[in-house]
């Protein structure tokens, strides 16, 4: 069976930087499980896995547009640490939400502390990268009525 719209697909896959760095990997024995065509991993490598199969080894290079997007220096800011809890843990690596432009929440992370000011940025921590993905596809299955419905796979 292809990958194809409302197919729920289960892969593994390396996630590598243009440096060949590991960013981020499937778990040994656990395979990414997404539901095609709800728009639940990111679009560039979504489109790729379209009528793939099981057995399939393939990689795959996404541009900054179709993965998390450009990088925006206006999304990084620098403000006091008075604007976070009093119990927090301000350093860099934290991420915290925060109120977004329009009021939406948002996850922030902070970059650098100093002198009573923490940094954050408001980009996503893949922003502006192209993306490499080593993929392998281990089952596809058609989704369920309530997967469907629900946009997600439901049960794996």
């Known amino acids: 069976m292809k990958i194809s719209h409302h197919s729920v697909a289960f892969f593994h896959y390396v996630l590598t930087d243009d440096s060949g760095k590991v960013l981020d990997q499937s778990p040994a024995g656990q395979p990414l499980v997404y539901l095609q065509g709800a728009g639940n991993i990111i679009p560039g490598l979504e489109k790729e896995l379209q009528d793939k199969e099981v057995g399939d080894k393939f990689k795959v290079e996404v541009a900054p547009e179709d993965a998390y997007g450009e990088y925006y220096d206006e999304a990084v800011q620098v403000v006091p640490l008075a604007v976070f809890p009093d119990d927090a843990t301000v350093e860099p690596g934290v991420q915290f ?25 408001g980009n996503h921590p893949l922003a502006g990268k192209t993306l490499f993905f080593d993929v392998e596809i281990v089952k596809v299955r058609v989704a369920s009525e309530d997967e469907k419905k629900a946009g997600r796979v439901l049960e794996a």
């Open 97 to 121: 939400q925060a109120q977004g432009p329009e009021g939406d929440a948002m996850m922030v992370t902070v970059t650098a502390v100093e002198d009573g000011m923490a940094t954050i940025d």
